[in-house]
């Protein structure tokens, strides 16, 4: 690989450095203004990564890069590793005394939007790093939603390249209507951030608290400033605002956008998004009836329970308001389906996502129908758009090898001496980026604490393939990526 094209992707990483080294400071001064001595980590960590970033970003200067799509996944990669081990560094150095692969799984967890967790005593930790997992996990959104609706599709790996921002091919030019959507998306996504919080403020939380659920709902990213997540509030109105949220981010943002500014009502046919809330419905309702017949428990209380649970799975967020693992056999199974599912393309939600399943559905239909009538032609559609044969082989693609890496990373669990279900649940919960798992150690009311290093290691590695939508990542790792 040219080694200019390295060079150009360190110095744009640079930059983001010394974004987040500027970030750092909001922590700094919300310790220092709670008395808390950690304010001094926030600070100097904010120094030297500030330095170094900026000695890093004068170091390898240069005219603009010539974008292809080998320096996309290149670009796609060094970035978010920046962003995971910058992230990090603060954590480490803190006064929670977390090692470097625990400081690095919070990281990752945060900057993915996953919401799984290492740390113990949530409700006592500083609050300047509760502030700083939220806003970690608040700006992976807001990457999160860049790379879905800009990168991938010019990638061509995740699936999506058939589609098209409104009134611009982003096909061509994967930036070219950035900077005129990142206004508008900018607008919306503080919008509905300070909707959430004013929503949680409203319904039982304490301002700092509604601040930092606020951005992690957004998000989707699921993190707490306490140990029973929405357990702790005991407000089932709080609940249902949660859930209306976490649904809401689930959603495209260019469709939320489209929406908002122009009004446009049939933005939100989006088939995707009929699919999405289709199977949120029917699960959250067949879970409620369930709990309802199995435990005697009262209908209204089941249906709140079940579907701030349900969201918060599919959406990929991974709040809890209780042990729903006992709820019975069926919950279980449930949510551990769900697990896979994840919410729309183009939202910060995670996992395999609505719009490849109606892909997939089609082009079985498709081949079905082919077995009975060979000569005839039928064509997947998405809605009105045709799939074409690279579309239809890269989600193909994805599918067989996010199922690949959901067992290779469960066989490699169970190697480090874990039981069948917290090695399955504990892969998948993380490569669908979705926070809690299953089971006496990462279940619903457990962390990620007990884990050893080189499992978080691991389990990081499943977040960022997660997040990246897998090719992403896997493609660097080829011979023919690196020759020139």
Not at 28 to 33: E, K, P
Not at 165 to 171: G, R
Not at 259 to 270: E, Q, S, T
Not at 436 to 453: E, Y
Request: glycine share 8%; with cysteine; aromatic share 14%.
């Amino acid at each position: 690989m040219n080694a200019n094209l390295i060079r150009h992707a360190v110095h744009i990483a640079a930059i983001l450095g010394l974004y987040l080294s500027a970030a750092m400071f909001l922590p700094a001064l919300i310790d220092l203004y709670y008395g808390h001595p950690d304010w001094q980590v926030f600070a100097v960590t904010a120094f030297i990564v500030g330095g170094f970033s900026a000695a890093t970003f004068m170091a390898t200067r240069s005219g603009p890069p010539p974008f292809s799509k080998k320096f996309g996944f290149l670009l796609v990669n060094v970035l978010w590793l920046a962003f995971s081990v910058i992230g990090a560094i603060p954590l480490w150095l803190s006064s929670m005394k977390l090692d470097f692969a625990q400081a690095f799984f919070e990281s990752v967890s945060a900057v993915t939007t996953t919401g799984s967790t290492v740390i113990v005593g949530l409700d006592d930790a500083p609050p300047g790093l509760l502030l700083w997992r939220s806003l970690l996990c608040w700006l992976g959104g807001i990457g999160v939603v860049v790379l879905g609706l800009f990168i991938i599709p010019y990638l061509r790996v995740g699936g999506m390249s058939f589609f098209k921002m409104e009134s611009s091919d982003t096909s061509d030019k994967p930036f070219a209507r950035l900077a005129t959507f990142s206004r508008a998306f900018l607008a919306v996504y503080v919008t509905i951030t300070l909707l959430c919080a004013i929503g949680y403020g409203m319904t039982g939380m304490n301002r700092f608290d509604a601040i930092n659920h606020a951005m992690t709902t957004v998000a989707t990213g699921g993190f707490s400033t306490h140990d029973a997540s929405f357990a702790y509030f005991g407000s089932l109105p709080l609940l249902w605002v949660s859930t209306f949220f976490m649904t809401l981010c689930s959603l495209p943002f260019s469709i939320l956008i489209v929406f908002v500014a122009r009004g446009r009502l049939d933005a939100l046919r989006d088939p995707q998004i009929v699919v999405f809330l289709g199977y949120l419905v029917v699960f959250s309702l067949a879970v409620a009836i369930y709990h309802r017949l199995a435990n005697g428990v009262d209908f209204h209380l089941a249906l709140t329970y079940s579907f701030f649970n349900v969201t918060s799975i599919l959406s990929t967020t991974g709040y809890t308001s209780e042990d729903y693992s006992l709820w019975g056999p069926f919950v279980v199974m449930a949510a551990f389906i769900a697990t896979f599912m994840g919410g729309c393309s183009g939202s910060t939600a995670g996992g395999i996502k609505a719009y490849r399943f109606i892909v997939l559905f089609n082009a079985i239909r498709s081949g079905l129908n082919k077995l009975v009538y060979p000569n005839a032609i039928y064509a997947v559609r998405y809605g009105r758009n045709t799939v074409d044969a690279d579309a239809q082989r890269a989600i193909f693609l994805f599918f067989i090898t996010y199922i690949l890496l959901w067992v290779f990373g469960s066989l490699a669990m169970a190697a480090f001496g874990y039981d069948l279900v917290t090695s399955v649940s504990a892969v998948i919960t993380c490569l669908s980026n979705v926070g809690p798992g299953l089971g006496s150690i990462i279940g619903p009311i457990g962390n990620f604490s007990t884990l050893a290093d080189p499992e978080l290691y691991l389990l990081s590695l499943m977040m960022l393939l997660g997040r990246l939508e897998v090719l992403t990542v896997l493609v660097i790792l080829t011979p023919i990526f690196w020759k020139q």
